[in-house]
């Protein structure tokens, strides 16, 4: 088994890869537009009552969890995929390698400019709406809007969208990027359905939540030209703080040299006074008064 080219994938690439971001191509428009009129479709459905609405009431007294209990704790655990906290985590933590290895803060930036577009439409959609979750109908037959809810659209189906479909956005070749779609189509159907068979959300919520998310990835090449600015920003920033640098010690040839002091002895000698001074010099002998 060779293990140079495992090692060589731990490593910074030389330079930067040079594929361009994703444009705003025309079948990419055509794909926009008619998920952004599916879009109104939907929330014109819900706000009329219309038949969408009894389909949703059709499913929730069908209670998918109670036909088919034993899918009960799988599922439960599965739509864990879709929750903002555990997948932006592990979307991030991958993506912030990328960004090491390939010396660019492009995916990481991509990745916050989803998140934020995701919470500020899906959220304020929510908060206008107000409308409550199966669990907290009161009302057969009505939309349940304007409640206090906070359940349309599903939060969990648009997140599963952005975090997995954001690592097909940035693939840096066409077999990565058809295998990555795949995948995160499968776990966003995934995700979607399975809300709906918990009881935790209405079919309509989820349609509105694969729409909500697939716009974002839609829209995503609008916002490259921004993405762009602010990674030369933040790398113009580090070179410039990197420039600059600690302030230097001063080197020893530069210190001012002072005149050496002279060592004072640490003991003090023992001074006598006067008058026992003058006893002692009586009582020591003359040396040339003991020679006779």
């Not at 490593?11 to 890869?17: A, T, V």
């Not at 599916?38 to 009329?48: E, K, R, S, T």
């Not at 912030?96 to 400019?113: C, D, F, H």
């Not at 989820?206 to 697939?214: D, I, K, S, Y």
Request: charge should be positive; aromatic fraction near 10%; glycine fraction near 8%.
């Amino acid at each position: 088994m060779r293990t140079d080219r495992i090692f060589s994938r731990l490593e910074q690439e030389p330079h930067r890869p040079s594929a361009p971001p994703p444009r705003m191509s025309r079948v990419r428009l055509g794909l926009f537009s008619a998920t952004f009129v599916f879009y109104v479709a939907i929330v014109v459905a819900v706000l009329g009552t219309t038949w969408l609405v009894q389909l949703d009431w059709q499913v929730m007294l069908f209670r998918p969890y109670k036909q088919w209990p034993e899918w009960h704790g799988a599922l439960d655990a599965f739509v864990v995929m879709g929750q903002r906290a555990p997948t932006a985590v592990l979307v991030a933590s991958w993506l912030g390698w990328r960004s090491w290895r390939q010396r660019t803060l492009r995916p990481l930036l991509a990745l916050g400019v989803s998140l934020l577009l995701l919470n500020v439409t899906v959220g304020a959609v929510k908060i206008v709406t107000g409308r409550l979750g199966p669990h907290y109908a009161t009302s057969v037959g009505s939309a349940e809007l304007y409640a206090g809810g906070d359940i349309f659209p599903s939060g969990h189906t648009a997140n599963a969208v952005v975090t997995w479909g954001i690592l097909a956005y940035l693939a840096t070749t066409p077999r990565a990027r058809r295998v990555l779609s795949v995948v995160a189509g499968v776990l966003t159907l995934g995700v979607g359905a399975t809300t709906v068979y918990l009881g935790t959300h209405w079919v309509s919520d989820v349609l509105l939540g694969w729409a909500a998310g697939l716009l974002i990835l839609l829209g995503l090449p609008w916002c490259e030209p921004a993405i762009a600015r602010a990674e030369a920003l933040i790398f113009a920033l580090r070179e410039r703080f990197a420039a600059v640098g600690p302030p230097l010690a001063p080197s020893p040839a530069s210190r001012p040299v002072t005149a050496r002091q002279p060592r004072q002895p640490l003991v003090k000698p023992r001074t006598l006074p006067s008058h026992q001074e003058s006893a002692s010099e009586k009582r020591a002998p003359d040396p040339v008064a003991s020679r006779y």
